[in-house]
């Protein structure tokens, strides 16, 4: 089992920035990834990135949203900035235990654990 925790969320103003947190225990993972779910939407993915550090992004996110790690604290990080009311959702941080493609590594069907989830809202 993998334990994720997500924090960071909270509302601001379009071109505003924000990070994420998604704090992982438990047993060992290969892959994190944050996804979002907007109201009457789909979810999707937005980024995620593997042990050797390969990430894949979301076209409407690249070049704004940046993945980092902190392999000490477990921590997963989301920057997001020029943050635009489009990118208003509850944010996810999930996990998969095992090597998979990295075509799939935006497939939300490919990750097993999930966290409660962050809301983020950007005002025009």
């Known amino acids: 089992q993998v334990q994720l925790v997500e924090s960071g969320g909270g509302s601001v103003q379009a071109g505003g920035s924000l990070r994420l947190s998604c704090a992982a225990s438990?047993?060992?993972?290969?892959?994190l990834g944050w996804f979002r779910q907007a109201p009457g939407k789909e979810r999707e993915g937005v980024a995620s990135?593997?042990?050797?550090?390969?990430?894949t992004y979301a076209d409407s996110v690249k070049g704004r949203f940046t993945l980092s790690k902190d392999n000490a604290k477990s921590t997963l990080y989301l920057e997001m900035n020029s943050l635009k009311p489009e990118d208003t959702a509850m944010y996810y941080c999930?996990?998969?235990?095992?090597?998979?493609?990295?075509?799939?590594?935006?497939?939300?069907?490919?990750?097993?654990?999930w966290g409660q989830g962050t809301q983020v809202t950007v005002s025009a």
């Open positions: 990135i593997d042990t050797t550090d390969i990430t």
């Open positions: 438990g047993d060992t993972y290969y892959w």
């Open positions: 999930a996990a998969r235990r095992s090597w998979a493609p990295r075509f799939a590594m935006l497939d939300l069907s490919r990750f097993s654990y």
